[in-house]
């Protein structure tokens, strides 16, 4: 199949097939135009598995989608943080693409969890925006180096779904910058996404679907994204002013109305042609990049994609408490006790859901290692009519073994698409089997299957080892199971804090809002951040794990390489990691930077790098990690670009956010951010400017005994703008003398150096 020669295209495209190719055909296609030899291609939801339907598909296309491997969901692959795990993931889903000619996988979804209460959380990576981009690299580059394009979504600022359509999220562009638009800019400016899909909601007032701000200024010109920009399904709202935006391809179609709209606003001089061509020619490009997957007669390894799937679930659990009850034993006597053992749930409800290949059962596969083991549901989901019976089962069960397998967990219920999450809490009546088991039985081993975080005070008392397992795909039970018996040595760090109470989270006032608007006013303190930042206590932080081996990490070294003048700052950390116990394990060392004499606020520290090494027992790795300069940077509104000030950073080295023996500081030298002296500017800022202090001191001991500069009347006075000091008679500065000290200084900026 020849590739399209975009430009011949269009000038032989009609005014009527141009506006028709910014809108889709269908609920999953693209538009065609069989005259020009142009296809329509296919697109499907796929985050972590596809939800493929090669026909029109129902008019929610939320049913009857092929067969697919479902693999973990974001917030449970996160925990591994390794983005080479993410990218043999994408690997698998591209080869299970191309077997159903679909050309373009709507994902990875890339929000920031401002909130643990989002009822999508468990389609998100992280609160951590360093992290979401390394990870969401990963997959990107694992689909797209096999010619199968992705959707990086939603962008932007979508983080809740309540009133999602309508919401408009007011959020300072420090915030935005430094929170929820890193990830995009990464995975744009490393892996170049085929698409990215604008969010339902406003942004600072305007759609994101007519947000030039977002779509024109920041993503193409800013960040370089060279690819097609696709509305979330449903998100265009008025489509002429969605193309001019920056709106390439509106999905699901408003046919004919979107249309016809685009032609006549060309008609009546509204929309410049030359515009709606701009638009145009991302789509065809689109098309000549996702046709080569249309004729393709290709299969994939259901077998081998499930093994990756059971890997990776057992790569994401991350193992909470554990006072050597884990692993168990082969000979171990266990009971089991939860429905949601018998009754897996493993992947999130919405537009994510799939239809998997197979599913792992826990109860099946602890049967399979232990032999028969007594079972009792403990609790029902959904229906709780008969908690009470079923709880005195529990309890009967749990004195026939010496250890009880309790798996709990959120009900599908409970989080999904479409709306958020009031609490954070485990159901009562799987709470309460929990201490009534206990009660009978100390040797308590708890699974948790939840998409998002949920409180665990009521939990970790009664559990000796807690195993944080997520949703772990169709594999999942054997994933767990892998984890409780030593088969696979947990690695997994949190990627986003658990929390003792809700009421702790920094977006508790401000979510989701009312009155259709939500205001960030926790700015930068999202997750850790905030958590740090009020000296709260947690009960797991962010990049926590522990592991069934301990490590020790030493001889700590920091080398710092480049300026910050002509961008390339960078430092290289090297750690010395050594497996101090008796089994093969993985650590993974987190680097945190701190800034602690910045003259900005900034978090009390921020992720910088990461790196994972897997080490036998008794050896030891030296590890190094890059920080770019962007680690050192903040976003800088007096200056409207990213900066870094001159000053000693602190390099903070460990296990977790809240677990670093090791730190080393660092003095970077930068370019002075002060901005140029004007009338406007404070006295304080004038007499830190060298040049400025001589200025105003040669002029106020001009006329008065300089009183005015002693450090008591400093204080007061310091924050007064200059021109309303000229005001004053005893700064014997006028008005008239200001603007020509103002100009005085200005010309002396400007002279060569």
Request: hydrophobic residues 40%.
């Amino acid at each position: 199949m020849s590739d399209l020669d975009v430009d011949r295209l269009l000038t032989e495209l009609t005014l009527q097939e141009k506006a028709s190719l910014t809108s889709g055909s269908d609920f999953w296609h693209t538009t065609g135009v069989e005259r020009l030899g142009i296809p329509r291609i296919m697109v499907s939801d796929g985050p972590h598995g596809l939800r493929a339907q090669p026909e029109e598909g129902d008019h929610l296309g939320l049913g009857g989608s092929l067969p697919a491997t479902c693999f973990p969901t974001a917030s449970a692959i996160a925990s591994a943080w390794d983005p080479e795990l993410l990218g043999r993931i994408g690997a698998a889903l591209a080869q299970e693409a191309r077997a159903c000619n679909l050309s373009v996988i709507l994902g990875p979804g890339i929000n920031i969890k401002r909130s643990p209460l989002c009822g999508r959380n468990f389609e998100y990576f992280s609160e951590d925006p360093y992290l979401t981009g390394e990870l969401a690299v990963g997959l990107v580059d694992g689909i797209q180096a096999h010619g199968v394009g992705t959707s990086l979504k939603h962008y932007a600022a979508n983080n809740q779904e309540t009133d999602r359509l309508r919401v408009d999220a007011r959020v300072d562009e420090r915030t935005l910058r430094e929170i929820y638009l890193p990830a995009f800019e990464r995975v744009v400016t490393a892996s170049q996404p085929w698409t990215v899909m604008c969010a339902y909601n406003k942004v600072n007032g305007l759609s994101a679907s007519e947000n030039p701000w977002l779509l024109t200024t920041v993503l193409r010109d800013d960040f370089g994204f060279e690819g097609l920009v696709v509305s979330d399904w449903g998100a265009v709202y008025h489509r002429v002013p969605a193309l001019v935006a920056g709106t390439d391809l509106e999905m699901p179609p408003a046919l004919p109305h979107s249309p016809d709209a685009v032609v006549a606003a060309v008609q009546s001089g509204e929309l410049d042609v030359a515009v709606l061509d701009a638009r145009v020619r991302t789509v065809l490009e689109l098309a000549a990049k996702g046709r080569h997957v249309l004729d393709l007669d290709e299969s994939f390894d259901v077998d081998a994609h499930h093994t990756l799937a059971r890997e990776a679930a057992a790569r994401s659990v991350v193992l909470l408490t554990n006072d050597g009850i884990l692993p168990l034993a082969p000979d171990t006597s266990i009971a089991v006790v939860g429905e949601l053992a018998r009754t897996p749930r493993y992947q999130g409800a919405g537009s994510s859901q799939v239809n998997p290949t197979r599913v792992d059962v826990i109860l099946d596969e602890l049967t399979a290692r232990f032999g028969d083991v007594p079972f009792a549901a403990g609790y029902g989901v959904g229906d709780t009519g008969e908690d009470e019976a079923l709880r005195a089962e529990a309890e009967r069960v749990a004195t026939q073994a010496s250890t009880v397998v309790v798996v709990l967990g959120l009900p599908a219920a409970d989080e999904s698409e479409g709306f958020d999450r009031t609490h954070l809490d485990l159901p009562a009546n799987q709470l309460a089997t929990l201490a009534a088991v206990a009660a009978v039985n100390a040797d308590v081993v708890v699974v948790l299957a939840n998409g998002s975080t949920v409180v665990l005070g009521d939990v970790v008392p009664h559990a000796r080892a807690l195993v944080e397992a997520w949703l772990g795909g169709q594999a999942a039970g054997g994933g767990i199971v892998d984890v409780l018996t030593g088969a696979v040595n947990p690695s997994g760090k949190l990627a986003e804090t658990v929390p003792h109470r809700l009421e702790d989270s920094s977006s508790y006032l401000g979510f989701p809002g009312d009155s259709q608007v939500v205001r960030y006013g926790e700015g930068l303190f999202v997750g850790y951040r905030g958590y740090d930042a009020s000296h709260l206590e947690v009960a797991f932080p962010f990049g926590f794990g522990l592991s069934y081996t301990t490590f020790a990490l030493s001889d700590l070294t920091v080398a710092t390489h480049g300026s910050v003048a002509d961008g390339s700052l960078g430092a290289t950390v090297t750690v010395t990691v050594r497996n101090t116990g008796s089994v093969t394990g993985a650590e993974v060392v987190q680097v945190y930077v701190e800034d602690p004499g910045s003259s900005v606020t900034r978090p009390v520290r921020e992720l910088g790098g990461f790196a994972r090494v897997e080490l036998a027992p008794g050896a030891s790795q030296q590890v190094s990690v890059e920080l770019g300069q962007r680690a050192f940077s903040f976003w800088s509104e007096l200056n409207g670009r990213w900066a870094v000030e001159a000053g000693d950073f602190t390099l903070a080295v460990g296990s977790s956010s809240r677990d670093l023996p090791l730190r080393q500081t660092v003095h970077v030298d930068a370019p002075s951010l002060a901005r140029p002296l004007a009338r406007d500017s404070t006295l304080h800022e004038w007499m830190a400017d060298p040049r400025g202090r001589a200025l105003l001191e040669r002029e106020i001991s001009a006329g008065q005994p300089g009183a005015v500069l002693e450090p008591e009347l400093l204080s007061v006075i310091g924050t007064m703008p200059m021109s309303t000091l000229a005001n004053f008679g005893g700064m014997s500065l006028s008005q008239d003398r200001l603007d020509e000290v103002t100009e005085e200084w200005r010309r002396g900026a400007d002279a060569p150096a």
